[in-house]
């Protein structure tokens, strides 16, 4: 009997140089902002750093501290070491051994985009690592995150900053950056519990009424000349007509704040899927009268321990920082 070997018909592929050391950190975002259901974001000064570093093992090791510091896997499993490797062998090389510390601010299942944030960090450090020949451009990478992630309204302000207005062309995901008025304050309630942006959607009916979803147009419209030019329209601007009552039994202590909140003529809505409540202040002065509301509302809340978190709008976007070694 004859056996015939077949030879590949490709070498393998290439391993990236070991002995890289890079950092990158990413801010948190907030999606949605009331009626910009999964076309609008906006990134905030809140951040995650991931440092990377290539060895010529095979090992991938992962340190967590933070947020998920004893439950995130600490091997080739974990989001960021997995982006990492996936978009480094896209390219066509292989990632090779990975040393990983990340360092988590960014509160897990609270709407504050840490996944997005997770997919960010890994698809910059796998394009840093590769050789610049084969790095994609900022289209590339703004479609590769939105893909991993699967939609594209919290990546996108996080690889640009500020306003980020997104979506989907011919199966391309795309995203223009727009400038938030300087007076602009972010407000985050951030409670104990977490919600799923799986559970989330799932509340949300397959069809809407045709005058919610003209009202919700018209409103979108307005919030973006509220947050670029005229903060005093954020009130009406950030009123939803598409997804936020559907989610509230979900969430109902943060459904009852952003309702108290509302009433009392803050522009208050949920964070991305929830159950995070964003207020956003139009100056410091009413971004004092919010945390002050706020803390006497949840006076009596016995549903758990939530944190009050003044931010700033994060203007430049996640930073890759290469060591020298």
Not at 114 to 121: H, L, P, Y
Request: charged share 20%; hydrophobic share 45%.
């Amino acid at each position: 009997m004859q056996v015939e070997i077949q030879k590949p018909d490709t070498a393998p592929a290439a391993r990236v140089a070991g002995g890289q050391d890079l950092s990158v950190r990413v801010p948190a975002t907030s999606a949605n902002l009331g009626p910009g259901f999964d076309s609008l974001g906006l990134a905030v000064t809140l951040y995650d750093t991931v440092r990377v570093r290539t060895t010529d093992s095979d090992e991938v090791r992962v340190r967590v501290s933070g947020q998920g510091e004893a439950v995130l896997p600490t091997d080739g499993t974990h989001l960021v070491a997995r982006t990492i490797a996936d978009t480094i062998r896209r390219a066509g090389y292989e990632a090779g051994g990975l040393e990983l510390e990340c360092e988590n601010v960014i509160p897990h299942g609270r709407g504050l985009g840490s996944s997005a944030s997770a997919i960010v960090s890994g698809v910059l450090a796998g394009n840093a690592l590769l050789p610049e020949s084969a790095r994609l451009d900022a289209a590339g990478l703004l479609h590769a995150c939105s893909a991993l992630e699967g939609h594209p309204d919290n990546v996108a302000p996080a690889l640009a900053g500020a306003l980020a207005v997104s979506w989907e062309q011919d199966g391309v995901f795309r995203s223009v950056k727009a400038e938030v008025h300087p007076d602009i304050i972010p407000v985050a309630a951030v409670p104990a519990t977490e919600l799923s942006t799986e559970s989330a959607r799932g509340l949300l009916p397959a069809m809407v009424p045709h005058r919610d979803a003209a009202a919700n147009s018209g409103r979108a419209a307005l919030l973006m000349q509220a947050l670029t030019a005229d903060p005093a329209l954020l009130w009406e601007g950030t009123e939803d007509f598409l997804h936020q009552g559907y989610r509230a039994p979900a969430m109902e202590p943060s459904a009852a704040l952003i309702a108290a909140l509302r009433a009392a003529g803050f522009a208050a809505v949920v964070s991305g899927a929830g159950p995070t409540v964003m207020t956003l202040a139009a100056g410091r002065e009413q971004a004092d009268a919010a945390e002050a509301f706020i803390a006497a509302h949840l006076s009596g809340d016995t549903s758990g321990n939530w944190r009050v978190l003044r931010l700033g709008v994060d203007r430049d976007g996640a930073r890759v920082v290469v060591h020298q070694r």
